[in-house]
């Protein structure tokens, strides 16, 4: 039905602008990957784990999504983990946000392989906002996939039943 990419951002001075940042370098800083039992905190975990980085570590926060993305963009915290949509409010507020920076997964190809639920997306430079060439270099991206289950015990009244039965 839909895909939601796995976003890291992380604020702009955390780093040198100029070094090769990774995933991995990201996952040490203190960052929000959400709340306990939600589908970010999972892919977060997951992509932690591949890595062999401490997934108790008390770097990792439980924030839910807005306030993760406000301590982000008021200091308290270095990054955020999202699992959203392009057009949700929290993604285009810090892909806009010229402090802020999105992380790229240069390794794509090997996530997508260990964990069949995510694919690999390129978005050009400029795939964001052309007018304004944002961002301004390719940018990888795991985007989890959201399948929309129904069994027999979905009711025939429901709107989407009149699919039942049909391939």
């Known amino acids: 039905m839909d895909h939601e990419p796995v976003w890291i951002f992380y604020r702009k001075d955390v780093f040198n602008e100029r070094a090769h940042i990774t995933d991995r370098d990201i996952?040490?800083?203190k960052i929000n990957i959400?709340?306990?039992?939600s589908g970010t905190r999972t892919q977060a975990l997951n992509i932690f784990k591949l890595n062999n980085l401490n997934t108790h570590s008390p770097n990792l926060l439980r924030l839910g999504n807005a306030d993760?993305?406000?301590?982000l963009?008021?200091?308290q915290i270095d990054g955020v983990v999202?699992?959203?949509g392009f057009d949700s409010p929290n993604v285009?507020?810090?892909i806009t946000n010229p402090a802020i920076r999105l992380?790229?997964?240069q390794r794509a190809d090997d996530y997508t392989r260990l964990l069949p639920c995510l694919e690999e997306v390129s978005v050009p430079m400029g795939g964001f906002e052309l007018g304004n060439n944002i961002r301004d270099h390719t940018i990888q991206l795991i985007p989890t996939t959201t399948n929309l289950l129904i069994d027999d015990r979905l009711h025939?009244?429901?709107p989407g039943a009149f699919f039942r039965g049909r391939p």
Do not use: I, R
């Open 156 to 158: 025939p009244s429901y």
């Open 68 to 71: 993760g993305v406000q301590a």
């Open 103 to 105: 992380s790229t997964f």
């Open 27 to 29: 996952a040490k800083l």
């Open 82 to 84: 999202l699992v959203d």
């Open 92 to 94: 285009q507020k810090l």
């Open 34 to 37: 959400g709340p306990v039992g």
């Open 73 to 75: 963009e008021s200091g």
